[in-house]
């Protein structure tokens, strides 16, 4: 699952993304040798960024894991249909924008 942290992480990244297509129209990179060249799009350059952003983030919190398995045990754990919603939507949009 993404966490709130890591989908605020990437649509930083995609808005400043966007933000600098807008302001020039770059060229793709050109990275030469005597033999080889690459070129990378501005769209490639992008999820090696969103990609990086992800890869930093912890997969497993253990802590909050603790807890709740903490909360299932005790018969406390209640789920709200709210926050339900809210991931629901913030997950769509992060599929919308990627």
């Known amino acids: 699952m993404i966490s ?12 400043t993304q966007r933000i600098e297509e807008k302001t ?8 030469k040798t005597d033999k080889d060249r690459v070129e990378l799009s501005t769209e490639a350059r992008f999820y090696q960024l969103a990609l990086s ?16 398995k903490a ?12 926050k339900v919603a809210e991931k629901l939507l913030e997950r769509a949009i992060v599929d919308e924008l990627i």
């Open 24 to 31: 020039k129209k770059e060229k793709p990179r050109n990275i």
């Open 53 to 68: 952003e992800i890869k930093r983030a912890p997969e497993i919190r253990k802590e909050k894991v603790e807890a709740l």
């Open 71 to 82: 909360q299932i045990s005790k018969g406390t754990y209640s789920v709200s249909g709210e």
């Open 4 to 15: 709130k942290s890591q989908i605020q992480s990437i649509i930083k990244a995609y808005s």
